[in-house]
């Protein structure tokens, strides 16, 4: 028969006796201080001494990141029989890329926004007269400036009408003709 002995202490709640001080912890001491820290805010350090602080004048384009670029929303929808699918992108965009967004996503709404009741009614037409504005919007910007590195502006592509999709949009206009025609007609 063994006699008990006394419990052995918890080893991991002793401090580690081969601890060091971590040294990503401290602070460097080779680091220079940021010219631009306290500095007034909307201002920028220079990249290099003695040259003059570049000041953005308005948000980047998010998709080649030019300038100038307008805060917009394009929406696109497509109503299915039963259910209803929407969609938005968000900007900033330059007139070329926005106006590559805006042709796409409303060349998209007229080809697949049309068939369920409510969107024939009250959604397509909503999301066509958003984007028909957000259009103007762009319109009314400047060219954009240059690109990021890297990144080039979006092709603005042919516009909505030339697009054989857009004309997707009769078959559910003629039918709603149809059926009132037939309305009035059988009255």
Not at 36 to 59: C, E, I, L, N, R
Not at 110 to 136: A, D, E, K, Q, Y
Not at 143 to 156: D, N, V
Request: glycine share 8%; net charge positive; with cysteine.
């Amino acid at each position: 028969m063994t006699t008990p002995s006394a419990p052995q202490p918890n080893p991991y709640g002793q401090p580690n006796p081969y601890a060091q001080p971590n040294p990503y912890g401290q602070p460097n001491p080779y680091a220079q201080p940021n010219p631009s820290y306290g500095a007034p805010s909307g201002t920028q350090a220079p990249a290099h001494p003695g040259a003059p602080a570049w000041q953005p004048t308005g948000p980047f384009c998010r998709s080649c990141g030019a300038q100038p670029a307008a805060e917009v929303t394009v929406r696109a929808h497509m109503g299915l029989l039963i259910v209803m699918r929407f969609f938005k992108v968000d900007g900033p965009f330059c007139k070329s890329c926005g106006t590559s967004v805006v042709r796409d996503m409303t060349t998209n709404t007229l080809g697949m926004g049309w068939w369920s009741p409510f969107s024939l009614v009250f959604f397509s037409p909503f999301t066509l007269i958003w984007n028909l504005v957000v259009s103007r919007k762009l319109a009314a910007l400047p060219a954009p400036g240059p690109a990021m590195p890297g990144a080039s502006p979006r092709p603005e592509g042919k516009p909505v009408l030339h697009r054989p999709m857009a004309y997707l949009a009769i078959a559910p206009l003629i039918w709603v003709g149809w059926v009132i025609t037939n309305i009035i007609t059988h009255a």
